[in-house]
């Protein structure tokens, strides 16, 4: 990695909705330009590694597509035609708007939408403020973390684990349900040095053959949604062989004498049945860890974006409290640090403005919200007024169908701040052009890691684009909305943050690039307990008490196993619906982003479905035949791929391509559903029944 001389290089940290969070080394060209990217060499998380999308972001940032002027609607909803106006004019229309719609139907008419297209919390969070103060309808957050962060948090009590740095020192990780060579790289990177400094093994866990699993020294390809009956059954080998340690069982655990009492009847032969794995397999792996006590559990999102997800997280979770890994260095479970960092975001989001008796609406349930759906809307007023940023939910979101019939609805009113035109911002009344994380100010926390990193801006923005902090405050004045924070730039929040937060200034953190908040050794493996009050993990949560943030029981939450168990509500394959179609993330996109930009765009060529050439045969499918997959909820034609990694009975489409980049302009999410996941909501993206047929 070495750095050439004559280019200049900025420091920045990638703002994109990756657990990685990557330090970067921008090279910029002239106040316009960047050249490369490049992982930061001098970061010990990130180690120099990034993924081939962000290493060429030059292709985006400098996109010819780049949104370069606000527009306003001129033809139909949805047609694509929209003049340019002056940003004064589209902001006094969107207020104007917003004030119209409170006028009519109460002030929790106007719904901000938002996710993680950056994860900058200035820019991201700080449209929380805008709502507060002015009492518009909160979005509750399930769409992405909602499963696994339950699911994690109900053994632990917390959202944290051992410092990811200690994978490189494990003498087995375990990568489950995420394709981290796709979605996290480092994670790859640290497990990788493990084995090759100490000869550890590297076990995957995945329902295809991904390039993960191709690189794992074991992969284990299980049927999608049965991951908690393999862990039952590890369990069960373990108290069976005696890798049960009990002494930190009985300090650290609350039920572990019911649980090996329950796990009896949970052999692998049971796990077999269901997960499709042999009893080879379950055996193998099981005896590896307990043989192995630095055993450290990567777990991952993917397999929670199940209608059991939440459950299986927490049964994967379980295994290492059995054996005690958590006591060793470079053993125990690891999802995701949120817990470590404690800011103090009250400035950014205005949180003292917040009035707790104002609706939340499920952010999974869009579609039903905006076609009026009166328990989605909890019994309000109707949504008549969005301002969207950072998300993309005409291609993101579950029940891909009736979402768009809602944003196609006339008496909504809708603004999309947005870098690229993308489906949703097509749809929208007033489009505004954004800033990306290269051309403003903001901060950033690693998910998968324990860093905080400064992302200043580097370059100046393209054409008339703006920040989204300026939509904040501009739209604030207009609106009558007060607080201290719209007096603010985003350089002062970071810097008030960081003081409140106790990490010291700006200043500081701008010298040393980021604040390595690892937690110390006894805490990050719970040595001195969990995050209970009573100090024990629990094999047996209260599912409607987790402590994750949660909205309150929805889903078939009454259901929810005692102890971990395979929790039978997936939406299995049936006579009509003869295939379980998971829905993973393609390697040369994030979620929608970069399905714009020309190298991605040529990686994943187009949209297919990976389909087991044994089941594609009788249904008289060829490799490359175009062939239509239809679900509960609606239908979509794109084109075979034959692969013999994945299970017969499976079905993976890989990416989320626009709409129109299918035969039928129908993109992937018109086939998953938007029922809420047990016990707190969010949608199970790779768990849809579907049927498949050659196109006629
Ligand atoms: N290249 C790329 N990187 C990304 C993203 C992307 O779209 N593309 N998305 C970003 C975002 S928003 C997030 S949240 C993270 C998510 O990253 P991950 O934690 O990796 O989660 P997923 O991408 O949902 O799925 C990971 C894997 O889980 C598998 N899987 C599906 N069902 C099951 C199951 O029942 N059991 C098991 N064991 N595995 C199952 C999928 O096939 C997939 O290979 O990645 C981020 N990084
Ligand atoms: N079928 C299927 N669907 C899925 C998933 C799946 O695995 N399968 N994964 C789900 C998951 S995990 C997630 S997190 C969601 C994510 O879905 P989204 O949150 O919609 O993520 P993206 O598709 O990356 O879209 C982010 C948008 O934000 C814009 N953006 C980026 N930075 C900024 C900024 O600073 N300001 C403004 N105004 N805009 C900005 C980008 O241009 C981009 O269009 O998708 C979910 N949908
Ligand atoms: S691996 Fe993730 S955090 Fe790192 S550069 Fe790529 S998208 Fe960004
Ligand atoms: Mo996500």
Avoid at 38 to 45: H, I, L, M, T
Avoid at 507 to 518: P, Y
Avoid at 535 to 552: C, E, I, Q
Wanted: hydrophobic share 35%; proline share 6%; glycine share 10%.
């Amino acid at each position: 990695m070495n750095k050439p001389l004559d280019k200049k290089i900025g420091y920045s940290a990638c703002p994109h909705d990756c657990p990685s969070t990557c330090a970067l080394d921008v090279e910029l060209l002239d106040a316009h330009t960047i050249g490369r990217i490049r992982g930061a060499a001098d970061n010990d998380y990130t180690a120099g590694v990034i993924c081939a999308k962000v290493a060429r972001y030059a292709e985006r940032i400098h996109h010819p597509d780049r949104l370069l002027r606000p527009m306003r609607r001129k033809g139909e909803k949805g047609s694509g035609e929209f003049e340019p106006v002056s940003w004064e004019t589209a902001l006094d229309i969107v207020a104007e708007q917003f004030e119209t719609a409170a006028q009519r139907h109460g002030s929790e008419t106007v719904w901000p939408y938002f996710y993680a297209g950056t994860m900058g919390l200035v820019q991201r969070d700080g449209i929380n403020r805008l709502r507060h103060a002015k009492r518009y309808s909160g979005e509750y957050d399930t769409i992405c973390t909602n499963m696994a962060w339950t699911g994690f948090i109900a053994g632990t009590g917390r959202l944290a684990g051992p410092d990811p740095r200690e994978m490189g020192r494990s003498d087995l990780v375990v990568i489950w349900g995420t394709n981290a060579v796709a979605t996290q790289v480092n994670v790859m990177t640290h497990a990788v040095k493990a084995r090759k400094t100490r000869g550890a093994r590297i076990v995957a866990i995945d329902v295809y053959m991904t390039e993960t699993m191709r690189q794992a020294d074991i992969a284990l390809l299980l049927k999608p949604g049965t991951d908690g009956a393999l862990a039952c059954a590890v369990m069960h080998v373990l108290f069976r062989d005696g890798h049960a340690d009990w002494e930190y069982l009985d300090r650290y655990t609350d039920r572990p004498r019911d649980l090996e009492a329950h796990l009896r009847s949970r052999t692998p032969e049971w796990a077999s049945a269901i997960t499709g794995l042999s009893v080879a397999e379950i055996e193998e792996f099981a005896a590896m860890v307990g043989r192995t006590p630095r055993t450290y559990f990567r777990l991952g999102y993917g397999f929670t974006r199940n209608r059991n997800g939440t459950a299986n997280m927490h049964a994967a979770s379980c295994i290492a409290a059995v054996t005690g890994a958590w006591k060793h260095e470079g053993g125990g479970a690891f999802h995701n640090n949120g817990a470590i960092y404690k800011l103090d975001k009250r400035m950014i989001e205005g949180s003292d403005l917040r009035d707790p008796s104002v609706r939340m609406l499920d952010q999974s349930r869009i579609g039903a919200i905006l076609t009026g759906d009166r328990e989605a809307l909890r019994g309000g007023a109707p949504v008549t007024a969005m301002l969207i940023q950072n998300t993309n939910p005409v291609s993101v979101a579950p029940e891909q169908d009736t979402v768009k019939r809602g944003f196609a609805r006339g008496d909504l009113f809708t603004c999309v701040h947005e870098q690229f035109m993308t489906e949703t911002a097509r749809m929208a009344d007033v489009v505004l052009p954004a800033t990306t994380f290269l051309e403003h100010d903001d901060i950033y926390k690693g998910g998968g890691h324990q860093y905080l990193i400064f992302g200043p801006k580097l370059v100046e923005a393209a054409g008339e684009a703006r920040e989204n902090h300026f939509v904040h405050v501009e739209l604030a004045r207009r609106l009558g909305a007060e607080h201290p924070g719209f007096a603010m730039t985003p350089r002062d929040h970071i810097d008030w943050m960081l003081k409140s937060s106790g990490y010291g200034t700006l200043e500081e953190l701008e010298a040393g690039r980021w604040r390595d908040l690892q937690p110390d050794f006894e805490t990050a493996h719970y040595l001195n307990g969990f995050a209970y009050p009573d100090g024990k993990f629990r094999f047996s949560p209260d599912w409607t008490k987790v402590p994750s943030s949660n909205d309150g029981p929805m889903g078939p939450w009454q259901q929810m196993p005692e102890l971990p168990d395979h929790f039978a509500v997936i939406e299995d394959a049936n006579e009509l619906y003869p295939f379980r179609l998971a829905t993973s993330p393609a390697r040369g996109f994030l979620n929608s982003t970069f399905n714009e930009t020309p190298t991605s765009r040529q990686r994943e060529g187009r949209p297919t479905v990976m389909v087991h050439p044994d089941d594609a045969a009788p249904l008289d499918i060829a490799d490359g035949d175009e062939v239509r997959l239809g679900s509960p909820r609606g239908e979509v034609s794109l084109h075979a791929k034959f692969f013999e990694g994945v299970r017969r009975g499976v079905l993976v489409a890989e990416g989320i391509w626009p709409n129109d980049a299918f035969p039928d302009g129908k993109g992937i999410n018109t086939l998953t559903g938007a029922d809420p996941v047990a016990p707190y909501g969010g949608a199970a993206f790779h768990d849809n029944r579907v049927w498949l047929r050659r196109s006629a």
